[in-house]
Each structure stands twice: as C-alpha cells, then as structure tokens.
C-alpha cells in the first residue's frame, strides 16, 4: 500500500485565515479524495482530486472555500479559507491503491488536527 | 444522497468472545465495502475489504456482505482489548471516494 506523508499534523488557527494541507504520496497514485472528520463524526468526503483535472467537490463543499491543487501524481493540497471555529476538526487526505492482493483499498494519510480559535 | 448506516454503540464484548459489528447501505451501485479501525486521535487503518457475496476472512476477522439485503458485517473472533476501537464501515466504488457510516464504538472487556 502507499506511504502517505501529511503535514502538519496539528495547527492552532486565528478565524479569518487560511490554512494549507499537504500530503505526500510515496508512489504515483491518479485519485486523491480529502475527507473531513468533524469532532465525534465519522468521515466526510470534500472531494476527489485527480491530476490533470479540476477536482470534483461533493454537496456542501465549495472550491472558494476549500480550494485544492494536484501538480503531480504524488501531491495534492486542500487549502481551509476564511476559517472560522466550525471549521475545526480533523482533515484526511487518502488515495486509492493496489495492496499486497492486487485490489484496490484506499490509504489514509495520518491527518490534520485543526483547531481555530 | 448515498448513506451507509451503523449502530454506534458502544458494544461491549467480553475478552476472548465473537464482537459482531453490522452496518446497511443504501446506493445499490456501491461495488465495494471496507472495513476500518479507528483508534482515538488517530487515522482509520484499513482492516478488511470485500466486494462478493458472502464471507471473506482474514485471521480473526471475517466480513459479510450480502447485496441483495445491502448489508455488511464484521465478525472478530478471540477478540481482545487492544480491539477496542471505533470500527467505520465504508461503501464506494469506481472513481468516487467512500462513504463512510458513523462508526461503532467497541469496547471488549478484559
């Protein structure tokens, strides 16, 4: 399965500023998904990101609010705009590849643990 | 709107005995399902996935899928303390990401 590197881990953030996550994939992956985790919920898909294409958000995500880039099959960042404290939870970037079967599974990255004050 | 529905328990389950953890969907395209545990403050960890009719086991762990009742299981068998854990079922398939359900709070019981 990919290695998935995400940073930063944590991050204490003022309302009203932007925060921009990264993550790192250690092979070549073409879909990319961020997901949300809001304190006590499960997860929530913002959107798909694919190299080479506009990312695909999913109802109640906006690109003005949650803007991503894919340069390249290894990298992806979701940028968190405008923040304010309803923003605040857990941010997971996770891609979808070949295990050690053959299938396909989808590897989360360790996550974003953000809180705006 | 594609949901996948769990009972969040938590489920308690003494040391050593069977935990069963189920879950439903309801988009009929899904094609596959997953399995994954959640530790406090940590990332979901990929414990099974199944994409066929019937049971897949893997070790202590056995899932269940049945698409005609859009229904999920996960049995751990011999289950131990350090299962204990938040356990997200998940459906997806193709090019979309997963939907995930609310998860099941495990706790077993030394």
């Known amino acids: 399965s990919a290695v998935i590197s995400q940073k930063p881990s944590r991050d204490i953030c003022q309302r009203g500023t932007s925060l921009t996550i990264q993550c790192q994939v250690d092979s070549q992956v073409t879909m990319m998904f961020w997901y949300r985790q809001q304190p006590g919920q499960s997860l929530t898909l913002i959107a798909t990101?694919?190299?080479?294409?506009?990312?695909?958000?999913e109802s109640g995500f906006v690109i003005d609010k949650f803007p991503i880039s894919r340069p390249n099959l290894t990298f992806s960042t979701l940028t968190v705009s405008n923040m304010s404290p309803e923003d605040s939870s857990i941010y997971l970037c996770?891609?979808?590849?070949?295990?050690?079967?053959?299938?396909?599974?989808?590897?989360f990255g360790s996550g974003t643990r953000l809180t705006v004050v | 709107q594609k949901e996948v529905e769990q009972n969040s328990g938590p489920l308690s389950v003494p040391e050593g005995a069977i935990a069963s953890l189920n879950c439903t969907y309801s988009d009929r395209g899904s094609q596959s399902f997953f399995w994954y545990r959640q530790y406090s403050g940590k990332s979901p960890e990929l414990i099974m996935f199944i994409y066929s009719n019937g049971d897949k086991e893997d070790g202590r762990f056995t899932a269940q899928l049945n698409k005609a009742s859009q229904y999920v299981s996960l049995l751990i068998r011999d289950s131990q303390p350090s299962d204990s854990a938040t356990y997200l079922c998940?459906?997806?398939?193709?090019?979309?990401?997963?939907?995930f359900g609310k998860g099941t709070h495990l706790i077993i019981q030394p």
């Open positions: 996770s891609v979808k590849d070949r295990g050690r079967s053959g299938a396909y599974g989808y590897t």
């Open positions: 998940a459906a997806g398939g193709g090019a979309d990401g997963l939907t």
């Open positions: 990101a694919n190299q080479g294409s506009e990312a695909t958000y």
